[in-house]
Every structure is written in C-alpha cells, then in structure tokens.
C-alpha cells in the first residue's frame, strides 16, 4: 500500500532554515507528481508547493516563492522541501502529497513545524 | 487566488442526508470538472473522498456522492453515520496555480 512518511519538523526560530522530507513507498514514485501541503493549527488546507514526475515542472504559491525549494530524488523515492527565512506564520503541519495534476490521491502523516523564538 | 467559499458548519442526524457546498469562480470551480473533497478527522491526515467533481475511489461508500452546477460544487452524504463526523474540504484545480482550497466545513452528527 501507498506510505509517505515526512520527517524534519521542529522547532526554528524566525529567519532560520529547515528541511523536510518524505519518503514513499507502494507505489512507482517516479510516475508521480508530488506536493506538500500545509495547515496551520485550527486552520483549513494551503497547497505549498508542487513537482512533476520528472522534476521539471515546479510551482510554489505566492506565500513561499522564493523562500522554499521542493526536490525530488527518484533514485531514492523521496521528495523534499527546503524551507529558508521561515516567519511564524510558516508554522503549520506540513503534509507530503501523491498527487495527480487534478487531485491529491494520497497523503502522509505530516510533520509539524513551529516557527517561534 | 482566492479559497473556495464552504459553510463553516453543516449538521445532521443519524440515518439523514446533509449537502456541503463550495463556491469558487469560473477560473477554479467552474472552469474545471476536477473538484475533490477530502475527509479529515481530528489529528488525522485528509483521505480523498471524491475527485472530477462526482467520482469515488475505491473503499469509498456510495453514501458520498458529488456534483457540480456552475461555480458551485457539493458533497452530498447520505444515510449520515456518526464515523462521518470530520472536517471536510473542497479543492478544485485551477489552471497554473494549480490548487485551490475550501475553508473546510465540519460536519456534526447529532
């Protein structure tokens, strides 16, 4: 079956970095697009960021352009986001994603990241 | 781009039927027969319940069923069970962006 399991949450204080990262397994990840997505506490769903298959194909939402980078390694089935100058508001859980490009099929556990001095 | 416009709150009884809705443009939700709601219980991850406006993936009961008019897009859940108590959320592409978000509504079984 589809496991995606996150890792890398935690604490950092604003302006800090943090890496996160999932690793998939039950499915062929290379044929996948892949996200995250994120959710505040309390709060409702935030599309983060996007990958193709291939890694060609990229895009962010307006609230992490230029801040984040997502990455793929399909040698090692697993994708990444790199998170720099993180402000309070980046805290939320961070959810990684199998996704078609009209839907998000599955979703991992998330991992929580709390932006805070 | 703006989230999709759900109900805070939606409330049913045992064994009755409640209709979610969620409103977007003709840029996400009308331009598109690709909405999918997800099902989040308490500390859970979402699961996809629904996805191209009105599909079930495997496991899903046939209780949950889906449409669109418009810019408008529902979830309609019959026969209400009290394991259907969740946040739910639409989420329709749109285009470049590519996703975007309802607000979430969460459904109360009395």
């Known amino acids: ?117 | 781009q703006s989230a999709l416009t759900q109900p805070r709150s939606v409330s049913g009884s045992p064994g009755q039927s409640v209709t979610i809705s969620c409103t977007g443009t003709s840029s996400d939700v009308g331009g598109y027969n690709y909405v999918s709601w997800y099902q989040q219980h308490p500390g859970k991850a979402p699961k996809l319940m629904i996805y191209d406006v009105s599909k079930r993936p495997s496991g899903v009961p046939d209780r949950f069923s889906g449409s669109k008019s418009g810019n408008t897009a529902s979830l309609t859940i019959s026969g209400l069970q009290a394991e259907d108590e969740a946040d739910y959320y639409c989420c329709s592409y749109a285009g470049s962006y590519p996703w975007v978000f309802g607000g979430g509504t969460k459904l109360t079984v009395l």
């Open chain 1, 1 to 117: 079956q589809v496991q995606l399991v996150e890792s890398g949450g935690g604490l950092v204080k604003p302006g800090g970095s943090l890496r996160l990262s999932c690793a998939a397994s039950g499915f062929t990840f290379s044929d996948y697009y892949m996200s995250w997505i994120r959710q505040a506490p309390g709060k409702g769903l935030e599309w983060v960021s996007y990958i193709s298959s291939s890694g060609s194909t990229i895009y962010y939402a307006d609230s992490v352009k230029g801040r984040f980078t997502i990455s793929r390694d399909n040698a090692k089935n697993s994708l990444y986001l790199q998170m720099n100058s993180l402000r309070a508001e980046d805290t939320a859980v961070y959810y990684c994603a199998r996704a078609h490009i009209t839907m998000i099929e599955d979703w991992g556990q998330g991992t929580l990241v709390t932006v805070s001095s």
